[in-house]
């Protein structure tokens, strides 16, 4: 898979601007601010449906503008291919006056689509980036995030799940918040109750066995990566933490146990036990107006030695911790793809050490498409540029450059 050509216009800091990137390395190098990871977001929007960077679209459009547009041609299983974005700006009614709406317009070859959703595998990218260290240094919302965009890669009908999912547990808040206000619970109130909360179990269950599965393939790869970048020093242990299981044992509480010998929950039995726990947290929902069962509460939690990585780890054992995931995200989705990803790294080496670095660039495949965005070359070992594309970003303008080692020494 290869994003061959890039073309921006009023995204971010891009007036205008057109890309051209090479099928192996490709290393984008400018000061920061400049806009090195616009181009990477640009491309993780046309793969994902959606900013990695900020919840509202309306950000992406250039400041004084109304109108931006994202065009990326790529090529997946020999085939050339093209996705184009346009974000739009137009005033709507609100209930406090007027407000300013977005509409998106999305085309895949040609056809046009209602939703950034039909975007989800058609570019299928791994990104790894500074603000990956949040899966450790942030709440559980940085972590559920990524189990949901790795998922979607690797389950045609997640993200559209996952969508649905995300309308019934706003409109099951709707109806809490009523129920609330009118300090009564009629019995059309009930009946519309029962109906959300089988959409937010039956949604649900099917989210987390998903979840799961991927997370049961990835973690002997994450083990085994940590354990190599350790020395064997460190375990890495991954489980994951239902919301939606009460026990008695605050200890175990809602921890699913994913080694290799364990059997993954029926997603039936997620079912049921997301509907006893809405039923029995239901006053409690309803007086604080929310949801409070379900995958969009529940967290992954990553120990090394048994100790909680999130709150114990040094930030070098949280480094190794996040790269020895990432490069099992890689490995997985190249495997279930039958096909290497696109892998962008944002920024990333000025986080790792030179021993972490060099297992980095040691791990990635000769037939992988690399976007690399840094502010320097200095700790990129020379053979690794020979055969790279440049890019130089200045200002919010992209041009292609020479490699540092074609380069002739001053005075010749």
């Known amino acids: 898979m290869l994003v061959k050509r890039l073309r921006l216009k009023n995204f971010r800091n891009y007036a205008e601007e057109d890309v051209e990137f090479g099928a192996v390395r490709n290393i984008v190098i400018g000061e ?53 974005i346009e974000l739009s700006l137009r005033m709507a009614a609100g209930t406090r006056g007027p407000r300013t709406a977005l509409d998106r317009k999305v085309k895949i070859n040609g056809v046009s689509y209602s939703s950034t959703r039909n975007l989800s595998g058609k570019i299928v990218v791994v990104g790894f980036k500074s603000l990956d260290l949040n899966l450790l240094r942030g709440g559980p919302r940085y972590r559920r995030e990524w189990i949901d ?72 790869l994450a083990e085994a990566r940590q354990a190599q970048l350790s020395g064997a020093r460190e375990k890495l242990t991954i489980d994951y933490f239902l919301h939606s299981i009460d026990d008695e044992d605050p200890q175990t509480d809602g921890i699913l146990n994913l080694d290799e010998e364990s059997e993954i ?48 780890a040094s930030q ?44 980095l660039m040691e791990s990635l495949s000769e037939s992988m498409q690399t976007i690399i965005t840094t502010t320097h070359i200095d700790g990129f070992k020379p053979e690794w540029l020979i055969g790279a594309s440049f890019l130089t970003v200045e200002n919010g303008q992209a041009r292609r450059s020479e490699s540092p080692l074609e380069e002739k020494p001053a005075g010749r």
């Open 32 to 84: 920061n601010a400049q806009g090195k990871t616009n181009l990477i977001e640009a491309i993780e929007y046309a793969a994902l449906g959606r900013s990695t960077r900020t919840a509202d679209d309306k950000e992406l459009i250039r400041k004084g503008e109304s109108r931006a547009s994202i065009i990326v041609d790529f090529e997946a299983n020999t085939m050339e291919q093209r996705i184009e």
């Open 149 to 220: 965009d790795l998922t979607g890669t690797l389950k045609s009908t997640y993200s559209r799940s996952l969508s649905r999912y995300n309308k019934a547990v706003t409109q099951r808040n709707r109806l809490l918040k009523e129920m609330f206000e009118r300090n009564r619970l009629s019995q059309s109130d009930e009946d519309e109750l029962k109906v959300w909360d089988q959409q937010v179990a039956s949604l649900g269950a099917f989210l987390i066995r998903a979840r799961l599965s991927v997370l049961k393939s990835l973690i002997p």
């Open 316 to 359: 070098g054992q949280q480094r190794s911790l996040v790269l020895s995931l990432k490069l099992s995200e890689l490995f997985l989705v190249a495997h279930f793809l039958k096909e290497p990803p696109i892998l962008l790294l944002d920024d990333v080496l000025a986080e790792l050490d030179l021993s972490r670095q060099g297992y």
């Open 265 to 312: 929950m029926p997603e039936k039995e997620i079912e049921e036990k997301i509907l006893a726990c809405l039923a029995a947290r239901k006053r409690e929902e309803i007086a604080r107006r929310q949801t409070l069962t379900g995958p969009h509460r529940d967290d992954i939690r990553l120990k090394l030695n048994g100790f909680d990585a999130t709150a114990f």
